[in-house]
């Protein structure tokens, strides 16, 4: 039963940018109230069709949470849709250094970098990372 003033419980899921949609694996209390709101707003902003604001919007949670890597994915996410695939590519490197033991998503972020790679015309690159996915997703 819910108290009277108190908000019901409701899952919470971390935000996401819509290019590819994420399984939950970070809770929305493991960011900064800030960030979580930053989240919310990049992704309002991507849905309606404004790249260019999600992704000030997630440059401004970046430098809140300079060690996020779920921030960099989005970020990547969103600059491989703006056609920025070797931006992508960078960004989704460094989600993938700063996810220390999460191998679900570095295992995103090597999708994320196969599909910057096809965009660039490189499919050995993108064999590559793709079987890195498969091998964390192991």
């Known amino acids: 039963m819910v108290e009277q003033g108190s908000p019901a419980e409701e899952p919470q899921q971390v935000p996401a940018v819509p290019v590819q949609p994420q399984p939950r694996t970070h809770t ?14 990049a992704e309002a902003q991507a849905n309606g ?25 989005h970020l990547a996410t969103v600059r491989l849709a703006q056609g920025e695939p070797a931006q992508a ?3 989704a490197v460094k989600s993938t ?15 994320l970098i196969a599909r910057a790679r096809r965009a ?3 499919p050995d690159g993108a064999a590559d990372a793709e079987r890195r996915a498969r091998e964390l997703e192991r």
């Open 49 to 73: 069709g404004d790249l260019a604001s999600a992704a000030v919007s997630l440059e401004r949670a970046r430098r809140i949470d300079p060690r996020n890597p779920v921030i960099y994915y």
């Open 89 to 91: 590519e960078q960004l």
């Open 120 to 122: 660039q015309s490189n």
């Open 97 to 111: 250094s700063l996810a220390g033991g999460n191998r679900a998503q570095q295992a995103r972020n090597w999708r």
């Open 28 to 41: 929305v209390t493991s960011h900064p109230p800030a960030v979580v709101a930053l989240l919310g707003q």
